[in-house]
């Protein structure tokens, strides 16, 4: 059965840092291109960050790019079958359940949530003071 599980989510200080996780079972993460997502209620799921499997290129969201470039970074444990978010100098903006994705397809040329087929249940994350 195929199934991604985020953890690593909480309650983070504006200008902390936080790394969220993405375990994969009954597939092969590295045999995917995956990303990071993020929806806020009211609003639709947004991409944050995402890289290809064919060639390892990483795409920031077109929406997201302004505000999460130079902020987030994404990578991957083949050992482990898991990814990660590492997300530094968090806002209060930044407010947001994030999800992880996957998709067999080995390249992906936007961050978008409709092109992939894969879901996570996502983790919460909250900048506050």
């Known amino acids: 059965q195929v199934q991604l599980v985020e953890s690593g989510g909480g309650l983070v200080q504006p200008g902390g840092s936080l790394r969220l996780s993405c375990e994969a079972t009954?597939?092969?993460?590295?045999?995917?291109?995956v990303g990071w997502f993020r929806q806020v209620p009211g609003k639709e799921r947004e991409g944050v960050i995402c890289?290809?499997?064919?060639?390892?290129?990483?795409?920031?969201?077109?929406s997201a790019a302004d505000s999460v470039k130079g902020r987030v970074t994404i990578s991957r444990d083949n050992t482990k079958n898991t990814m990660y978010l590492q997300m530094s100098s968090l806002k209060p903006e930044d407010t947001a359940v994030y999800y992880c994705a996957a998709d067999p397809a080995p390249f992906i040329s936007h961050c978008m949530a409709l092109l992939y087929n894969y879901w996570g249940r996502g983790t919460q994350v909250t900048v506050s003071s």
């Open positions: 890289i290809n499997k064919s060639d390892g290129s990483t795409t920031y969201a077109d």
């Open positions: 009954g597939f092969n993460l590295n045999e995917h291109s």
